[in-house]
């Protein structure tokens, strides 16, 4: 590794130490500095020595070190209700995710500095049990790279496996990350110059990723939100149709709980039913939303849409009969 990397890598870490520091009034021992940090015992000796020498006040309490919090002025004040919404996305971030990410816990460690208690220990502990999940070191460099080439407007190379075929090269310009809860995939949006307009590519399908020196910019028609509107998910290619789902009356309450799509509508029957109507892309985000309802959905509408959801559903039956 050159030296600029590593003194790039021990600095990020030294912050790292601070935050951590800070986030317990009595403080972190050697051990549980070192594991968090994913180094060695000397080396968190030489970083809580470096932060002495740099002016922080740090201090030995027992076995543990500790850091004077007074000291700190929290550059951002929180109301409770924008505290909460910090928790809230760190436990949907932690969830979403299923894995431990270096880069989510170090965000939430830097967050948790300026939340008020008893909200700072809850995201402690949510951070601390993400430690125990695995983690998928690949996936994170490939998050990290193409983070950076949108951020810098450099087109990737990508080695990427569309579902059901074999691996191919392309070039793209990433415009857009965006996670998606549906199979806790992270999902880039960005401009293939294979096909010439602009694509989603599941990012955990990436093999391998380099980016390069080709500058981009993206395109000023561009929108997240727009692109996104017409899917139920993230799959926005397609054409937009008008879907309609009677929902028996037994489910009908969730749907004045919730809103599963900015363009839904809502009509109650007589008989408690009820009809949802949605323009959307009725894709196999849609296919695999509807049939997790089971007996408690009909489709009406599109007649396409009603027969591909009656195919699904004998071919479960059909694998279900099987003795």
Known sequence: MKTKEKETDRLAR???????????RYGWTIEE?????EVNARTTRRDLKALEDAGVPIYKNGDKWCVN???YLPPVRFSRPEAMSIFLAARLMVHYASRSDPHIKSAFYKLNCVVPSPIKEQILNTLEWMEKLPRNDKLTRHIELL?????DGRTVRMNYQTYGKEPGYREVDPYFIQPADVGHASYLIAYCHTHKEVRVFRIERIKSLQVT???YRIREDFNADEYLAPAFGVIAGGEVETVKLKFSADVA????????HPTQKVETRKDGSLILTLKVVPGVELMNWVLGWGEKVEVLKPEWFREDVIDAVKAMARLYSKK
């Open 69 to 71: 919090q007074a000291y």
């Open 147 to 151: 983070a950076g080439a949108w951020a």
């Open 213 to 215: 020196a080709k500058k």
């Open 253 to 260: 309450q969730l749907f004045s709980e919730a809103v599963y």
């Open 33 to 37: 500095i070192a594991d968090k940090c």
């Open 14 to 24: 030294l912050y790292l130490v601070e935050h951590l520091l800070f986030q317990k």
